[in-house]
């Protein structure tokens, strides 16, 4: 709709996790460093963490792309599942086959260790991704640890990359998974984007659209960052919508009053910072309201005195 207006190519704030709009950040630039890192070691486990919105499915499919063309991926994005589930769905993303009406943990985990081995001899490399792994219950977790025992003298068999929200770190703390806690050889906390993180950010995604032209004011920018607390995911959704409202109103330059219109439009109600500049936006007016009323009680109890 706004895109020629704008002189883009296609839409430069979409919410997808598409790798090819990666910005990275100092902070982005570490979490792929670990997570690389990680995986080059003979481990079990790499753990990615962050608060939603952070970036880290964007992260994930980068790092996908950087891995060499001998590795297998299999990838699990609802794991809220039993542990013979999990292991059929392993099963599933891995092309094993397996009889699906005669299943159990021990004949699931035999023909995954019977594949395993197969493809490390052809040379190959196999990694599991689970995101929102938070939502994995405990025995399934101990149950992907009894995975990684699957092993050479020198490495194993099957590299885990867990993904989820802080709550994954708690619940990697509980006493029945300290095994599992200890095979973790790279982890990495991502954390929401800097104020000249968020400018670089929405100039980034501008110029990956195909435009050079500052379409944020500085101003614009910075109420962006405080209203989003530099969440990319929201900086996505309240950028979209302004180039929305620019675009209805035929303006070729995005301000601070813009912002905050689609800051209470496309934003979560419950958002702290956005409750705060519509407050002070639309309730100034009551400021001087509030003074004169206050004056006249005073001046009525001084009569009456």
Known sequence: MYLSYFGLSEKPFSIAPNPEYLFLSERHKEALAHLTY??????????????????????IRSLQEQLPANTQVAQIHNPALSQVELLASICDELNIDYEPFNVSLKTLTD????????????GGHTILIIDEAQLLAPDVLEQLRLLTN???????????VLVGQPELQALLQRTELRQLAQRITARYHLLPLTEGQVFAYVKHRLLKAGTEQALFSADALKTIYRVTEGVPRLINLLCERCLVGAFSQQKL?????????????ALPPTSPSVNSESTSKNYMWLYPVLFLAVLGIGIGLSYLI
């Open 150 to 160: 699957i092993e050479t003298d020198h490495k194993k068999l099957l590299q885990i």
């Open 111 to 122: 023909v995954i260790k019977t594949h395993l081995e197969a493809n490390h001899l052809a």
């Open 38 to 59: 990680g995986l080059g070691e003979a481990g079990g486990f790499v753990l990615l963490t962050g608060e939603v919105g952070t970036g880290k499915t964007t992260l």
């Open 253 to 265: 330059s995005i301000d601070r009053a813009l912002v905050v219109r689609s800051a209470a439009e």
